[in-house]
C-alpha cells in the first residue's frame, strides 16, 4: 500500500487508515521495544523482531534515540498491532513492516510509522524508500519544531561513522 492511498483517509495527513484497505495484514501484540524502529511482537505463538518500513530512528545511543523508542513504546508496549510485511531486512533478515495501531480517539488504525515522522521521533528513510506525502509530514514536523528536529545528526550518517559495532 503507497503511503498516499493510507493518508488519504486523514484530512490532516495524521496517517489514519481504516483497517479495511491494508492488504495482507496479519495480527500481532507487541512484547518490547527495542529502539525507535523495531520491536518484538507475538504472533501467534512466535515471538518475531520486526523492523518498522520507511523510516529510520535515532540509535540509543544519539541524543534523541531514547527518546524515540519512548514515543514508539508509547503507541504500541503491550498493544494490538496489525502489520503488513513489505520487505525483509537485507542486514538482519528482519521482516521489514507497516504497523497500525487503533487510535486513542477514532475508530480508524493509525500508521505508526508515519506517526513516528510527524512527532518528530524517526526521519524519513529515503535510502529505502521515497514518497512525497511522508516527505510532507516530516517538513511540517520540522518547521513546526517537533521532536528531534534541532539539527541532530541522522541515523544512517551516525551508524556510518565509527559509532557502528
Known sequence: MKLAAALAASPVLLAFVPL??????VM??????HDGDSITARVGEQKVRLRLAWIDADELAQPYGRQARVALCSMVCGRDITIEIVDTDRKW???VVLVWVQGEKSESQVLVNAEMVRIGAAWVYRSYYYDPALD???RDAREHGRGQWSGLEAPWIYRSEAHEH
Do not use: L
Request: charged letters at 35%; zero cysteines.
Open 28 to 33: 500481532a501484540r507487541v512484547i518490547r521495544v
Open 136 to 138: 510532507d509530514i516530516e
Open 93 to 95: 533478515g528482519r521482516p
Open 20 to 25: 479495511s484497505s491494508a492488504a495482507d495484514t
